[in-house]
């Protein structure tokens, strides 16, 4: 598989109440950036695709309206199973909550490589 076929593309993504009752979880790594949902296995997967999709001079790193592009990690997190992007700090506990991740994970920065 390449990384290309790791990505999808989500747009205007609704919060929709899951019917019944099961603990939520994390499908994916994700960035909401400009607007625009991008989610796949790896936030640096994401990163790239960005890069391809946007930069118009990779020395520069600016896009085609001479705007600088830069990911930070608050346009980085996960997406749940109900469409959701949460950031990385609400993906933590809710990954330990449904144990996806140990209890005692403690206050790390939660990365996709501690899910999958």
Known sequence: MTDQENIVYVRNVEY???EGTYPERIMSA????RGRLYAG????????QIV???VVDVES???ADGKRVYITLDQQGFLMDDGRHVMRKAARH???KNGQIPK????????SEHLW
């Open 41 to 48: 296995v790896r936030h640096g997967f994401l990163i790239q």
């Open 52 to 54: 391809e999709d946007y």
């Open 104 to 111: 005692d994970f403690g206050d790390k920065t939660l990365l």
């Open 30 to 33: 994700s960035i909401l950036w």
């Open 94 to 96: 809710i990954a330990m």
């Open 61 to 63: 790193c600016v896009d």
């Open 16 to 18: 929709v109440s899951p």
